[in-house]
């Protein structure tokens, strides 16, 4: 595919590796609408351990409100890595996922049980390489409550 050879696994540790992570992802849809199936990272020189800040990061979450569901979208410039998911009420349909930059993803979020309908929707991300907590937006970037 490549035309090359590439040690993407970093196998033969020819030097330094020449990427930090691989990304691997499978997915399904029509070109108009795609459906991510399954995704997978792997870091050929081990897990990433700097720390960053939001504005570095370009980590961004706004929640959408929609009459039936929510959905909370996620975006980053860079690598985001064991990101966390932090709405009172609500439980995320995927938590703990490491973020793709570039690539916004949608999760839905489930109301709980006994969480009031009309209760304000608020919250915060967290992530392993991330130096502090990052307020979601609500709707159009709002800041949530």
């Not at 035309?3 to 330094?16: E, K, L, T």
């Not at 980590?59 to 996620?74: A, E, S």
């Not at 890595?81 to 938590?95: K, L, Q, S």
Request: net charge neutral.
């Amino acid at each position: 595919m490549l035309g090359r050879f590439a040690d993407v696994s970093w196998a033969y540790r020819f030097g330094p590796p020449g990427h930090d992570v691989v990304v691997a992802t499978l997915q399904r849809g029509d070109g108009k609408s795609v459906e991510v199936l399954s995704q997978a990272f792997r870091f050929p020189a081990g897990r990433p351990l700097q720390m960053w800040s939001a504005e570095e990061l370009g980590l961004r979450g706004t929640v959408r409100l929609g009459r039936d569901t929510t959905t909370l979208r996620l975006e980053c410039r860079r690598l985001a890595y064991g990101v966390r998911i932090h709405v009172p009420g609500f439980a995320p349909a995927d938590d703990a996922l490491t973020l793709e930059p570039g690539v916004p993803r949608e999760i839905a979020l489930f109301r709980m049980q006994g969480h009031e309908r009309d209760a304000p929707v608020g919250g915060t991300l967290t992530a392993l390489n991330l130096n502090c907590r990052i307020a979601l937006g609500l709707d159009g970037g709002e800041q949530a409550s």
